[in-house]
């Protein structure tokens, strides 16, 4: 069974600071996503990766996908209080039915 | 453009009371469709999915069914509700394609009682 975990589970900061947050895998995916989600809503895309060790850039997020393609990291500059949301890592079934596998969450909090 | 349909947007429900929940698709043709159930904060659990009218994929034991009537339309179904049911319900959809992305729709909260 593949799972991803996501870590921290929590994450309170000032408006300013630097996060990371992580996403991990024991398994290897063809593709990883990276999701925010507000409250109450469904989540939006923000980014795929696709190639193990692939950098891209969304104005202050920073997505990287392990070279081994089983974990990924989100790293946000200057932390904004709109960046506040539920951040959530999908990773695409390697058992190529289009399914995706969703991590645990990491619940940020952005304080002005 | 697309659009994705869910309702009702809140549901309370007695336990042991049936249950059917509509998602619906705007704009597109033949989607991957998809529900999931998410816990309080939590991530996203896949329920079922479906490639076509018909073909329903169960991803996980459980109290619901899926049925997918036509092409855009995807439904979720309980005869008699459970307590551990409660939830937020997100339907998405998706291309036959790879890499493509899942738009969500705004999601149904479930309270069973």
């Known amino acids: 069974t593949q799972l991803l975990e996501q870590s921290p589970q929590f994450l309170s900061i000032q408006e300013g600071e630097n996060l990371t947050v992580y996403c991990n895998s024991s398994?290897?995916?063809?593709?990883l996503q990276w999701y925010r989600q507000e409250p109450g809503e469904g989540p939006v895309l923000l980014v795929t990766?696709?190639?193990?060790?692939e950098v891209k850039k969304l104005k202050r997020l920073t997505f990287q996908f392990g070279d081994a393609r089983k974990d990924s990291s989100l790293h946000i500059t200057a932390a904004q209080p709109g960046d506040t949301g539920l951040y959530l890592c999908?990773?695409?079934?390697?058992?190529?039915?289009?399914?995706?596998?969703f991590g645990t969450g990491t619940r940020l909090k952005v304080l002005a | 453009s697309q659009t994705i349909h869910q309702w009702p947007a809140t549901l309370v429900q007695p336990v042991g009371s049936p249950l059917s929940l509509e998602c619906t698709v705007e704009g597109t043709s033949n989607p991957n469709l998809y529900w999931y159930r998410q816990a309080a904060g939590r991530g996203l659990q896949l329920l079922f999915y479906?490639?076509?009218?018909?073909?329903i994929s169960s991803e996980v034991p459980q109290n619901l069914s899926a049925s997918r009537p036509q092409d855009r339309q995807f439904i979720l179904s309980s005869k008699k509700l459970l307590l551990s049911d409660s939830g937020f319900y997100l339907c998405a959809w998706s291309r036959l394609q790879f890499l493509d992305t899942q738009y969500f729709g705004p999601g149904t909260r479930l309270t069973v009682l």
């Open positions: 398994s290897v995916f063809s593709s």
């Open positions: 999908a990773g695409e079934s390697s058992s190529g039915t289009y399914k995706y596998i």
């Open positions: 479906s490639v076509g009218i018909g073909q």
């Open positions: 990766v696709v190639t193990g060790g």
